[in-house]
Nanobody, 124 residues
Framework: QLQLVESGGGLVQPGGSLRLSCAAS????????IGWFRQAPGKEREGVSY???????YYQSSVKGRFTISRDNAKNTVYLQMNSLKPDDTAVYYC??????????????????WGQGTQVTVSS
């Protein structure tokens, strides 16, 4: 059974950093692309970043230059390094897996397998 578990969230001051992890089990991560999404209260879930199974990366414009997605297939884990965090980055962050081409990577409805989410709060 495919399972994803996010970790690394927490409370951080504006300008601070966090690294989120998405650990996969029950399947071989090599064959899957992983998307990171976030959902703030009262808002729709939005795509943050995406990495293909071959390592090509995509970012939402608001996080480009601040966030970096990476993967370690040997550890079956994908990371999201978040720097220069802003209060607007506050949300529950989720990772999700899918196969296929990266088109429409930021549409959460196109993913079927999700983690439980990890809370990120950016506040002074």
């Amino acid at each position: 059974q495919l399972q994803l578990v996010e970790s690394g969230g927490g409370l951080v001051q504006p300008g601070g950093s966090l690294r989120l992890s998405c650990a996969a089990s029950g399947f071989t991560l090599d064959d899957y692309a992983i998307g990171w999404f976030r959902q703030a209260p009262g808002k729709e879930r939005e795509g943050v970043s995406y990495i293909t199974n071959t390592g090509t990366t995509y970012y939402q414009s608001s996080v480009k230059g601040r966030f970096t997605i990476s993967r370690d297939n040997a550890k079956n884990t994908v990371y999201l390094q978040m720097n220069s965090l802003k209060p607007d980055d506050t949300a529950v962050y989720y990772c999700a897996a899918r196969q296929g081409l990266p088109a429409l990577w930021n549409i959460w409805r196109l993913y079927s397998d999700w983690g439980q989410g990890t809370q990120v709060t950016v506040s002074s």
